[in-house]
Nanobody, 124 residues
């Protein structure tokens, strides 16, 4: 069993930055591929970024490429999402997720664990 707890959300002006963290419990954290998803009001939860178990591979949705960076520190059981040049359309609740493989996490398939989410609001 893995529990995921996100933090770092908040209110920021357009063009600003935030760093989200997702702390995982359990000794097997390093065995999971991890992802970040977001859900805006009235919309489906969508993929944002994913990282392989060892950090060697990453994927991003097109709208955040060049602005967001996903990383992980398995010694701290934590995955991060550095978000730069934020836009109002990035406003959403951001969730981290753990799954077995990078390819399935990025497709939101076989997600084993979800965090509770953290709100990110970008003002124009």
């Amino acid at each position: 069993q893995v529990q995921l707890v996100e933090s770092g959300g908040g209110l920021v002006q357009a063009g600003g930055s935030l760093r989200l963290s997702c702390a995982g419990s359990g000794r097997t954290f390093s065995g999971y591929a991890m992802g970040w998803f977001r859900q805006a009001p009235g919309k489906e939860r969508e993929f944002v970024a994913a990282i392989s178990w060892n950090g060697g591979s990453t994927y991003y949705t097109d709208s955040v490429k060049g602005r967001f960076t996903i990383s992980r520190d398995n010694a701290k059981n934590t995955v991060y999402l550095q978000m730069n040049i934020l836009k109002p359309e990035d406003t959403a609740v951001y969730y981290c997720a753990a799954g077995g493989r990078l390819e399935t996490v990025k497709q939101k398939i076989d997600i084993l664990y979800w965090g509770q989410g953290t709100q990110v609001t970008v003002s124009s």
